[in-house]
T-cell receptor
Framework: DADVTQTPRNRITKTGKRIMLECSQT?????MYWYRQDPGLGLRLIYY???????NKGEISDGYSVSRQAQAKFSLSLESAIPNQTALYFC??????????????FGPGTRLTVL | GEDVEQSLFLSVREGDSSVINCTYT??????LYWYKQEPGAGLQLLTY?????DMKQDQRLTVLLNKKDKHLSLRIADTQTGDSAIYFC??????????????FGKGTKLSVKP
């Protein structure tokens, strides 16, 4: 079984709709992240959470919101989707407790298309 | 701000060596990473190097770090078609006693021709 799962894997929606992307992990990690990937732009950080009570904006948080329902679950919402939010979205987890290697474990991605 | 730069494409013949280069701007980086993304999949950590090292070898992979020039490279020996993927360089800056989040480059798409 995958350690980091994302649902849905693919979603097509219309402009103005509310969309929620979900991420679950079984690794027991405290840290969770949401990234978007666009061709030629690499990965950009949307939001991150270091524990259930800690939510932080990343590089490109405008138009997005998140909810950390439990240590294992981190959801990304688009309140009113727009076409330039069409992208591949990745959830990741890590367990960096202090100084050390910040290995991030990625989910398989959600391909979102906003028409 | 921090920036990580990579060329976007690299094409090699099967059996040749591949060298993927990366430059970064933040001299406080403690760890530098190479992630691999195969088609249709998420990213997986391939290897990493601590900033006080200048070389790390792991089977077909060799990572070279030139801290003075802030240059990182990944060499894949005897490149195979299964190595075709996007390779991301990433760093973690170090601020005020703690590590920042990963900063990714845009990724280098490696194409291996038979």
């Amino acid at each position: 079984d995958a350690d980091v799962t994302q649902t849905p894997r693919n979603r097509i929606t219309k402009t103005g709709k509310r969309i929620m992307l979900e991420c679950s992990q079984t690794k027991g990690h405290d840290r969770m992240y949401w990234y978007r990937q666009d061709p030629g732009l690499g990965l950009r950080l949307i939001y991150y959470s270091f524990d259930v009570k800690d939510i932080n904006k990343g590089e490109i948080s405008d138009g997005y919101s998140v909810s950390r329902q439990a240590q294992a679950k981190f959801s990304l919402s688009l309140e009113s989707a727009i076409p330039n939010q069409t992208a591949l979205y990745f959830c990741a987890t890590s367990d960096l407790g202090g100084v050390g290697i910040d290995t991030q474990y990625f989910g398989p991605g959600t391909r979102l298309t906003v028409l | 701000g921090e920036d990580v730069e990579q060329s976007l494409f690299l094409s090699v013949r099967e059996g040749d060596s591949s060298v993927i280069n990366c430059t970064y701007t933040d001299s406080s980086s403690t760890y530098l990473y190479w992630y691999k993304q195969e088609p249709g999949a998420g990213l997986q950590l391939l290897t990493y190097i601590f900033s006080n090292m200048d070389m790390k070898q792991d089977q077909r992979l060799t990572v070279l770090l030139n801290k003075k020039d802030k240059h990182l490279s990944l060499r894949i020996a005897d490149t195979q078609t299964g190595d075709s993927a996007i390779y991301f360089c990433a760093e973690t800056p170090y601020y005020g006693g703690s590590q920042g989040n990963l900063i990714f480059g845009k990724g280098t798409k490696l194409s291996v021709k038979p």
